[in-house]
């Protein structure tokens, strides 16, 4: 923990040379897009797009989940996804998945999560069928299959919230499903027209 606290006392002297100005963020915030990631330590938002303090609304969850909407159930994910679209009036949203996915890895494998029930009941949500939890892919330490099945998924999930719906017909808002691979740094990105993945 040392470590970190000297960088964070250090943080105002760091910033301040790389000419960053903060005292405008202190007005309010009008990021340009949600970006939805997995908790993974490896995944670090703002490093991989170069933003700025304030570029980016970040969610972050156990393999990237998207909880399904319910209207009688508020949670911390969907409260954080109608913030960013409703008040926030983000014009982008990225969800990301990346490689060497511990969850996503669980799920393909089956894996006993006895141990962790919240993690468990939590990842229930990802649908081992759906993710392509057979042949290769369960031998294959990058899951790249899967996590890309899986980031499509909750795209599909975030169509099913109202404000996003919304947004989406009226053209205000565009969805982007990205697979980031820790062993290299590329970034690929979900095309539509060919449904593959391919690199920014």
Do not use: K
């Amino acid at each position: 923990m040392d470590p970190l606290i000297d960088r964070a006392r250090a943080f105002p002297q760091r910033i301040g040379d790389t000419g960053r100005e903060l005292t405008g963020l202190a007005a309010g915030q009008a990021p340009q897009a949600l970006f939805i990631t997995c908790s993974d330590s490896r995944v670090v938002p703002a490093l991989i797009t170069n933003a700025d303090p304030g570029d980016l609304f970040e969610l972050r969850t156990a393999g990237n989940i998207v909880p399904a909407y319910r209207d009688d159930l508020a949670t911390g994910e969907t409260a954080t996804i109608e913030y960013a679209v409703e008040v926030l009036g983000v014009r982008d949203i990225v969800v990301c998945g990346h490689s060497h996915c511990g969850a996503v890895g669980a799920v393909v494998r089956g894996e006993d999560l006895s141990v962790v029930p919240a993690v468990r009941a939590w990842l229930r949500q990802a649908d081992r069928a759906e993710l392509g939890g057979d042949g290769a892919d369960v031998f294959d330490p990058t899951v790249a299959g899967p996590v890309q099945r899986h980031v499509l998924t909750q795209l599909d999930r975030l169509r099913g919230y109202p404000a996003v719906l919304r947004r989406l017909r009226e053209g205000g808002i565009r969805l982007h499903g990205w697979f980031y691979e820790i062993h290299t740094g590329l970034v690929l990105a979900h095309r539509p027209d060919t449904g593959l993945f391919v690199p920014l």
